[in-house]
């Protein structure tokens, strides 16, 4: 049995530069995210379920626990005093460590501290997302927002968190995709899914088809595309949609499968965020083998122009991502 420090001491040679920052900015999101284990798992016994009554930056309902993880992360995150700053979904500007430890961190954090919290109240899967930059601020000053703004090309760690009938922590810092179940007897995330890699070609497809009418042509011809029976593909693929993007991204990229969040005439930017969902999930699925678009271009390549910029999304297998980019590219809708 081999566990989460373990394992990034063992592999800090990957990471030389970081004179073993990166092991302890991990420790404090494992701390934060065995805490929230911890409330997510007794959700329905206490006063953690339901609305905060407040709404986020981009007008979403808070849930309690959206306010309860954003809390946890953000203070085991100041805690340590490798991190200089972090942005939050929850948070409507970035948030400096104004201390003189933190100032010295050479690192900014950006998360979605409790993806999917909607579902919380019906006992379904959720998660957290985690992306990690170095500084471009001289050290010693307060972060800036040019420290955020970076494309997500730039990551020098991502993973996330999903809290699911196990609990699991996956991470990469740019050689490769390593993941860590949750042991509750001991307290410890042990090594359960080493060098994870994505199937090039999958058989899932996840998006809210109760949208159809609403996506680009390309779009609805690939949904067509998946249901439409072929032997020598093993189509019709099957369709999974969680709702949860933690989930959703986990269960394909262990099985294979795409994941998409098209735009609409309603979101013609999408809806997903670039940097707390889109990039470190870019970054993971990459790393494991597969791809991540918004359909025209590579996620990672966005230059950020604002803190809560949104994107369409299309994550997963290779050879599915290419064929939606293809077929968005044969059928363009009419200007």
Same mark, same amino acid.
């Given at each position: 049995?081999?566990?989460?420090?373990?394992?990034?001491?063992?592999?800090?040679?990957?990471?030389?530069?970081?004179?073993?920052?990166?092991?302890?900015?991990?420790?404090?999101?494992?701390?934060?995210?065995?805490?929230?284990?911890?409330?997510?798992?007794?959700?329905?016994?206490?006063?953690?379920?339901?609305?905060?009554?407040?709404?986020?930056?981009?007008?979403?309902?808070?849930?309690?626990?959206?306010?309860?993880? !954003? &809390?946890?992360?953000?203070?085991?995150?100041?805690?340590?005093?490798?991190?200089?700053?972090?942005?939050?979904?929850? &948070?409507?500007?970035?948030?400096?460590?104004?201390?003189?430890?933190?100032?010295?961190?050479?690192?900014?954090?950006?998360?979605?501290?409790?993806?999917?919290?909607?579902?919380?109240?019906?006992?379904?899967?959720?998660?957290?997302?985690?992306?990690?930059?170095?500084?471009?601020?001289?050290?010693?000053?307060?972060?800036?927002? &040019?420290?955020?703004?970076?494309?997500?090309?730039?990551?020098?760690?991502?993973?996330?968190?999903?809290?699911?009938?196990?609990?699991?922590?996956?991470?990469?810092?740019?050689?490769?995709?390593?993941?860590?179940?949750?042991?509750?007897?001991?307290?410890?995330?042990?090594?359960?899914? &080493?060098?994870?890699? @994505?199937?090039?070609?999958?058989?899932?497809?996840?998006?809210?088809?109760?949208?159809?009418?609403?996506?680009?042509?390309?779009?609805?011809?690939?949904?067509?595309?998946?249901?439409?029976?072929?032997?020598? @593909?093993?189509?019709?693929?099957?369709?999974?949609?969680?709702?949860? $993007?933690?989930?959703?991204?986990?269960?394909?990229?262990?099985?294979?499968?795409?994941?998409?969040?098209?735009?609409?005439?309603? @979101?013609?930017?999408?809806?997903?965020? $670039?940097?707390?969902?889109?990039?470190? $999930?870019?970054?993971?699925?990459?790393?494991?083998?597969?791809?991540?678009?918004?359909?025209?271009?590579?996620?990672?390549?966005?230059?950020?122009?604002?803190?809560?910029?949104? @994107?369409?999304?299309?994550?997963?297998?290779? !050879?599915?991502?290419?064929?939606?980019?293809?077929?968005?590219?044969?059928?363009?809708?009419?200007?």
């Amino acid at each position: 049995m081999k566990t989460l420090g373990e394992f990034v001491v063992e592999k800090q040679r990957d990471f030389p530069h970081a004179k073993g920052e990166l092991s302890a900015l991990l420790s404090a999101i494992r701390l934060a995210a065995k805490i929230c284990n911890r409330e997510i798992n007794k959700a329905g016994l206490g006063d953690i379920v339901g609305d905060a009554g407040e709404t986020n930056v981009q007008g979403e309902a808070q849930k309690k626990l959206d306010v309860y993880a !954003n &809390e946890r992360f953000k203070a085991a995150l100041e805690a340590r005093g490798e991190v200089c700053g972090i942005a939050s979904e929850e &948070e409507d500007h970035f948030v400096i460590f104004d201390n003189e430890l933190s100032r010295d961190g050479s690192y900014v954090v950006l998360m979605d501290p409790l993806d999917g919290s909607s579902n919380i109240d019906v006992n379904v899967s959720v998660g957290t997302i985690f992306s990690i930059y170095r500084r471009v601020s001289p050290v010693g000053t307060p972060a800036t927002m &040019e420290d955020f703004l970076q494309p997500g090309c730039n990551q020098v760690a991502a993973g996330y968190v999903v809290y699911g009938s196990s609990t699991m922590l996956v991470y990469t810092t740019g050689n490769g995709v390593h993941g860590f179940t949750y042991d509750p007897s001991i307290g410890v995330f042990c090594l359960s899914h &080493e060098n994870m890699r @994505t199937p090039k070609d999958g058989y899932i497809y996840s998006i809210n088809e109760g949208n159809y009418h609403k996506f680009p042509q390309g779009v609805k011809q690939y949904i067509k595309y998946c249901q439409e029976p072929d032997e020598a @593909t093993k189509r019709p693929y099957s369709a999974r949609y969680i709702g949860s $993007l933690v989930s959703d991204f986990h269960r394909n990229l262990i099985k294979g499968g795409i994941y998409l969040y098209p735009p609409t005439a309603k @979101t013609p930017n999408g809806k997903l965020r $670039l940097l707390y969902e889109c990039n470190p $999930l870019a970054f993971m699925v990459e790393q494991a083998g597969g791809k991540a678009s918004d359909g025209t271009q590579r996620i990672l390549d966005i230059k950020p122009t604002s803190l809560h910029q949104r @994107t369409p999304f299309v994550v997963g297998s290779t !050879n599915m991502v290419e064929k939606v980019e293809q077929l968005l590219r044969d059928f363009p809708d009419a200007k």
